[in-house]
């Protein structure tokens, strides 16, 4: 099994260390180490209110938005500490991009949607964005619905369609990492499983992270698996090895649904 | 027996729906009558005496005969430095409270004595424009002096009015752009203002409305001159000033109603461009 481990294993794009974040006196986050996997799809599963949105959300730094949020301990990203000193935080949010919960696309048009991300870098080149537009649409098999309409209005199109589109707007930036909070928890069962046969092209090219409350889905999509119970880690392990044989019985009790 | 309890009050119930939904209709229809009334009144009065000679001659023996074109320019220029001065401050004003300073302690006073300057009567704006812009800064009755004391008058509605259309934008908004790496002064200039442009147009329509029809605080600070004005730094007469000086010197009946229904249609003439402009921009979030 070990040996295992780390011939799949190419490189590591996150490193947590002792982790802590509190809102005001609240812990939510309590001394977390995880390694996150390049090319692999990682889950975080767990109960509502274990904190793994807010882990996620220390990863490309969206916490900061949250007033009386402090943080301890490291988050090495390609082994740079991003809350250290001088850290640039537009640099990593490039490279770590995020999916929401909630669809959440501009109130603009589908294609001004796509070349945001490339246009506020400072790509001008119209056939550039162009073929921006058109690479990502593909690459979330969103194309042949949209080409035909890439100048209407974006929150014209379907639940599932507007999530799709938030992936390609962010593909769009190229990054090496997506986050990705609960995606398909607002969405249809047909929505949802378009979804997560992307995330295994997807993860050819890009690491993802993904919150789940569907613990099938964290079964059927991902490589690794990580417990969070009451703002800790319990276990992080393969995915098969978690939903088989467990070493936490708090995880065994989670996946059976005796609780959460 | 219980059956019998609630058809009774059941009966009450209905009785007392019908007694609101008959009583918020009847003040409903008071409100629209007074509104027509007032406008019919005037409109009525004064379309009779308004003709391309009133429009566009200067007025002649203080408003007794003539036109009031030149009125008609000075009210323009006056308003519109006004609001070109209130703009940009009050935008921002209320992009800094909203995005920037959150909830501090800093913004609560500023807001509470915004607040205290949206209700203070015009004829103190007056007052502090006549002596602060008039006669201490030397800019004398003038078209700048009157938009200026406009402008503070105006700065409130249009910060409340910005500032409430910027929070019902979406914070799913504001971290989909953050999380492609935009600062958040690209998110508020790329993302925020373009979904608040019918609140801030709104905001502008009813400072508009405030300023076109301010008559004390521009009396002490733009003067009455009946020229017309040629540069901002000289003095005329806006409609409501017109009207207020031909209705208290008794000069001209006929003309105090044509100004007044001018006043009126130039305003609901602004308020329908507004409209098509929102409408054309598109509501917050959809279409």
């Known amino acids: 099994m070990e040996t295992k481990l780390t011939t799949d294993i ?3 794009k996150f490193e947590i260390e002792k982790l802590n974040l509190y809102y005001g006196s609240f812990q939510a986050l309590k001394e ?140 769009a930036v190229e990054p090496e990492v997506i986050l990705m909070d609960e995606p398909t928890s607002a969405l249809d069962p047909v929505a949802t499983s378009k979804i997560e ?52 019985k708090k995880t065994e009790d989670y996946i059976t649904g005796r609780f959460g | ?42 409109l009525v009065n004064g379309l009779t005496h308004i003709n391309l000679e009133f429009l566009t001659q200067e007025p002649k023996r203080m408003g007794k005969e003539g036109g009031i074109f030149s009125v008609i320019i000075g009210t323009l220029m006056v308003t519109g430095v006004g609001i070109l001065i209130a703009t940009p401050i009050g935008i921002a004003a209320a992009i800094y409270f909203t995005e920037y300073a959150k909830n501090g302690k800093g913004v609560t006073i500023i807001r509470f004595f915004t607040e205290i300057l949206a209700g203070i009567p015009s004829i103190i704006f ?17 078209v700048i002096s009157g938009g200026l004391t406009l402008a503070l008058m105006v700065l ?21 752009s953050l999380s492609l790496g935009a600062t958040r002064w690209q998110t508020i200039v790329k993302v925020i203002i373009p979904c608040c442009k019918p609140g801030i147009l709104t905001g502008l329509i009813l400072g508009i409305g405030r300023a076109i029809g301010e008559t004390a605080a521009v009396m002490l600070t733009v003067g009455g001159s009946l020229r017309i004005p040629t540069s901002i730094f000289d003095s005329t007469r806006t409609m409501s000033v017109h009207l207020y000086v031909l209705a208290a010197e008794g000069l001209s009946q006929e003309k105090t109603y044509a100004t007044a229904a001018l006043l009126i249609i130039i305003v609901l003439l602004i308020n329908t461009i507004a409209n098509l402009i929102s409408s054309r921009l598109g509501g917050n979030y959809g279409n």
């Open chain 1, 197 to 248: 046969g992307l995330l295994e092209e997807l993860a050819e090219k890009y690491t993802i992270v993904i919150v789940t409350h569907n613990m099938q889905q964290a079964g059927r999509v991902s490589d690794f698996t990580s417990f969070f119970l009451n703002g800790k880690v319990i276990e992080t392990d393969k995915t098969e090895v978690i939903f088989s044989n467990p070493a936490n």
């Open chain 1, 10 to 12: 190419n490189e590591i």
């Open chain 2, 1 to 42: 027996m219980d059956r019998i309890k609630h058809e009774n009050l059941k009966r009450i119930k209905t009785s007392k729906n019908l007694l609101f939904y008959g009583g918020t209709g009847v003040f409903a229809a008071i409100t629209l009558a007074t509104l027509i009334i007032i406008i019919g009144y005037i």
């Open chain 1, 32 to 171: 977390i180490d995880m390694t996150i996997y390049g090319n692999k799809i990682t889950a975080l599963i767990g109960p509502s209110g274990c904190g793994k949105s807010t882990f996620l959300r220390t990863l490309n730094r969206m916490n900061d938005l949250i007033q009386g949020v402090t943080i301890d301990g490291t988050i090495q990203f390609d082994e740079q500490d991003i809350y250290g000193t001088g850290y640039d935080i537009i640099e990593l949010r490039k490279k770590v991009g995020m999916v929401f919960q909630k669809p959440n696309p501009f109130p603009k048009t589908i294609y001004e949607n796509v070349v945001y991300g490339p246009k506020i870098h400072g790509e001008k080149d119209r056939s550039k964005l162009d073929h921006i537009v058109e690479r990502t649409l593909k690459e979330v098999a969103l194309w042949e619905e949209v080409k035909d309409r890439l100048h209407k209005p974006a929150l014209g199109l379907s639940g599932g369609q507007q999530q799709r589109l938030c992936i390609a707007r962010c593909l």
């Open chain 2, 156 to 176: 409130p509605t249009l910060i409340r009015a910005t500032e409430e259309s910027l929070k019902t934008v979406p914070m799913a908004y504001r971290e989909g």
């Open chain 2, 126 to 142: 007056g007052l502090f424009g006549f002596a602060f812009f008039v006669i201490f800064l030397g800019m004398g009755w003038s």
